[in-house]
């Protein structure tokens, strides 16, 4: 089948299921009538800016919606997600739930932050490149304060 019915199935069953893990999608589309991969399916998930995120204490895929109202998003995914920060010069570095790191910096890169340069994120750590000390201070600061309301 074309790769547009396999992307919006994709959309589809993300939206009406929990779908915790790639092969759970894989699964679920090879049951719909898609010959797929798990590379494939990888792809399309990159393509369509899906994202896996934590959702009552579990983690799930996403369609990422990209609005205004990011600080709302960044704070949610913060109480629900982050352990820790500390700071190294001019880097902050965020310690976070499994599987939760590259969501929080996609997040905090979506801020537009002028003393934010960018992030770099693993599984469950990330650091943020600020443009001096003060600013990786002001971002621990600011993150830690939300993780503590």
Same mark, same amino acid.
């Given at each position: /089948? ?13 939206? *009406? &299921?929990? @779908? ?5 999608? #894989?699964? *679920? !589309? %090879?049951?719909?009538?898609? &010959? ?8 399309? %998930?990159?393509?369509? $800016?899906? %994202? ?9 895929? #996403?369609? *990422?919606?990209?609005?205004? $109202? #990011?600080?709302?998003?960044?704070? +949610? ?19 976070? =739930? ?9 997040? =905090?890169? $979506? /801020?537009?932050?002028?003393? =934010? !340069?960018?992030?770099?994120?693993? +599984? +469950?750590?990330?650091? #943020? @490149? ?8 002001? %971002? ?5 304060? =939300?993780?503590?309301?």
């Amino acid at each position: /089948m074309a790769r547009n019915a396999r992307q919006n199935k994709i959309i589809e069953l993300i939206r *009406e &299921k929990d @779908i915790e893990k790639q092969e759970d999608l #894989v699964s *679920e !589309l %090879i049951k719909e009538g898609f &010959k797929v991969t798990q590379a494939t399916v990888s792809r399309d %998930i990159k393509e369509l $800016n899906v %994202i896996k995120t934590v959702v009552g204490g579990k983690q799930k895929y #996403v369609k *990422e919606q990209v609005t205004a $109202n #990011v600080s709302s998003q960044l704070e +949610d995914m913060i109480r629900h997600a982050v352990l820790s920060t500390d700071h190294a010069a001019n880097i902050a570095v965020i310690k976070t =739930i499994q599987g939760s790191a590259n969501v929080v910096a996609l997040l =905090i890169d $979506n /801020m537009k932050d002028k003393d =934010i !340069l960018g992030t770099i994120a693993g +599984d +469950d750590t990330l650091a #943020v @490149i600020a443009r001096d000390e003060q600013s990786a201070i002001k %971002i621990c600061g600011i993150i830690s304060s =939300i993780v503590t309301d």
